[in-house]
């Protein structure tokens, strides 16, 4: 399409000698017919000399429109598409319209071309803007898996221009260790297509870290075209920022246990301090002494109580699994609540339990985890619900057993429900809590390779859901409760 112009107003004529000559001949045989024809003398010869001078015509004008449609296919082959124009109607004549059609409509398509050209440049343009963007390195290798084109990062990355690394073959161009050779060989052994894969380049203080996806798509016929796209993001900076943000965490983690452990040690501390001041100071009477002295003796014994807690919910017993039967710890802590320590908040509790097979978990640990879990619900009922009440369930889930206690108390604040298992993390007021409990229940719960969490789903309270694994007696090898 290049060069090729067309001038639709610019048409092919034939030489005026041409013309002059059959309008001529024209000229003579008509009047030398209508002569004939007037004398009477010969017609059948009139109409023969006619007929003749018709044909010397048509062969003139004929040969005309042969060399019209000649020079408008030579101009037409050197680039210049043109319409011709004949003299008539004549066979030829046609011929020339028909040219005439077939150059309109080759236009048209060339035209078309022309506009799908520039847009498929444009699309182009476009689509390699965007792979030089792209904040990754990218290189596009062909079936013998060598570079075919690449963006500006790669050619950064490498130290090549894009002449040097379309040359070079990939293993050669990247420099894996074993196992991101044996990665990349697998993955065009099966044309297995890779996603963040992380790898590594270079050697020495070169090392670097990269994550690397590979996609493949269909080879071009001829050889060596191009039948994947590799992408290499550098994940460096990544890590060590990752890294910077676990220690982070850690040393937020460790200052919020600090503080929470102070607190919780500086109040019983300070009642200890304050009574023995006064035994120091003297004066006081039996009575007042033996007063002191006990009151001495109960805060040392909270202080060790949160110590003994800490402790529970820092160790990670790694001992053979123990097995019970929920059920019947459920009603050993239910009996104990209601006879000692839950009598006080006067809130009945109700109990629908199925039959389980024994879990794993020792009746002890899991003790301490139903006592935390429905003294809270106690708590949350007494004084606040018209009819307060505490429900405790089970049931049995696949190879799971589920224990829910379920109070239709205030419930728990949105927001509220990720945090409440944070050590010393509490809702509630004054001495009341040291907020380890839920904490020290969830790392149990874990440690038997179930689960706690707070139903967030749950409205009119709030509903704790235990997941404990059944035992598996093969698994147990025998072990006993």
Partial sequence: MEGLNRAPDERVRAPSWAIAAAAALGAVAFLWAGWKAVSGSDAMLGEFAFAIAAGVAGFFVGRRDVTVIHRAIRRALEGHLEPAQALGRWRHGRAVADYNTLARRLSSLLDEMERSQLWTIAERNRVDAILQSLPCVMLVVDDDLFVASSNDRAEGLF???????????????????????????????????????????????????????VTFFKCALEAGGPCSVIMLQDVDDYRRLQQITYQSEKFVAMGRLAGGVAHELNTPLGTILGYAQLLNAGGASEAKRAQYGQAIYSEAKRCAQIIDNLLAYARRDRCVPETCDINAVIGIVIDTICNCRGNRYNVPIDVDLCECPPVLGGSGQLDIVLVNIVMNALQATSGSAREPRVLVASRVEGASAIVTVTDNGPGIAAGLHNRIFEPFFTTKGGNKGTGLGLAISQSIAVSVGGALHCDTTFRGGARFVLKLPLAQESSLGGTGT
Wanted: hydrophobic content about 35%; glycine content about 10%.
């Fill in 159 to 213: 130290g090549r221009g894009g002449t040097e690394l379309r040359a070079s073959n990939l293993f050669d161009l990247l420099e894996l260790d074993d196992e991101g050779r044996e990665l990349l060989r697998e993955a065009f052994l099966y044309e297995q297509p890779l996603s963040n894969r992380e790898i590594v380049l270079g050697s020495g203080e070169s090392r670097r870290h990269f994550t690397m996806s």
